[in-house]
């Protein structure tokens, strides 16, 4: 079940034509070196999901949403359903991301929501956590994760957690340059693993995958991922760039 992902997230950049253009780029690198040892996956924006799947359907290189709404279908003018996510042959949807929180004020309860719908449409779920720079000055990193984590997971069973992924990404490391240090990425991803022990059981801390993100760059990329409980990483600004993100791919190749 643990496995090792890199995932980028495209968030709200590339119009059709741009997204096709790149994600031209990235297949024809992958194509000469492949990600043997990890799973790629991407997040386009919405508009661009339909025509970049059936770009990629002969490619190993899975593609993803960005959000989903929390309810099968109905009035909800502009929001999209997990239905709607599927038919354009997307496999995972990123829920959580701290841009949504803070922007969208998402909260725990939607987030959890939205993660088990998405799971009931057999959606793959990366579910985003990480503290703003407030709370990790007053310490409470890791109380904050432990709430996010725990309300991500309620009401789910052991069986829902094999499409799960948990993304560890500290908001003041996201777009802003300041990386999380190996060091301190690897001590939450093993107090992630310490939590799920606790919360879900059956080795779950061993058997989830746990990735990394802020700030992922192709010079910082190799130190993260030789951490025994980092397992890849969702990246932003790194991954509209080919050259970065297939760099940050060979990075895992001779990491992993
Ligand atoms: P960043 O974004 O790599 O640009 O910091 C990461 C993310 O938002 O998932």
Redesign the pocket.
């Known amino acids: 079940m643990r496995r090792k992902i890199i995932a980028g ?1 495209w ?1 709200m950049y590339k119009t059709n034509s741009e997204a096709l253009n790149l994600v031209k780029k990235l297949n024809i690198r992958l194509k000469k070196k492949p990600a043997k040892k990890s799973q790629v996956v991407i997040f386009p924006p919405f508009t661009a999901l339909s025509s970049i799947s059936q770009e990629l359907k002969k490619s190993k290189i899975q593609v993803g949403a960005q959000n989903l709404f929390w309810e099968t279908e109905g009035a909800y003018t502009g929001e999209i359903s997990a239905a709607m996510i599927k038919s354009t042959g997307a496999k995972w949807v990123l829920i959580g ?3 949504r929180r803070q922007y969208f004020k998402e909260e725990e309860k939607v987030i959890n929501r939205k993660i088990k719908l998405a799971l009931q449409n057999k959606l793959k779920v990366i579910l ?1 956590v990480g503290e703003t720079l407030e709370l990790r000055q007053q310490n409470l990193t890791k109380d904050i994760i432990l709430n996010q984590v725990e309300w991500g997971l309620k009401g789910l069973k052991p069986v829902h957690l094999q499409d799960l992924v948990i ?1 560890y ?1 500290p908001v003041w ?4 340059g300041k990386t999380a240090t190996p060091n301190q990425a690897q001590e939450i991803h093993n107090f992630l693993r310490e939590i799920l022990d606790a919360l879900v059981g059956g080795d779950m801390g061993q058997k989830m995958t746990l990735l990394y ?4 760059k192709p010079e910082n990329a190799a130190g993260l991922f030789s951490q025994p409980d980092i397992d890849g990483a ?5 991954c509209l760039d080919p050259v970065s993100f297939s760099k940050i791919i060979e990075a895992g190749e001779k990491t992993f």
């Open positions: 997230n968030k991301h701290s841009e985003c993304a990404e490391a996201i777009g802003t993100g802020g700030s992922v969702l990246v932003g600004g790194a």
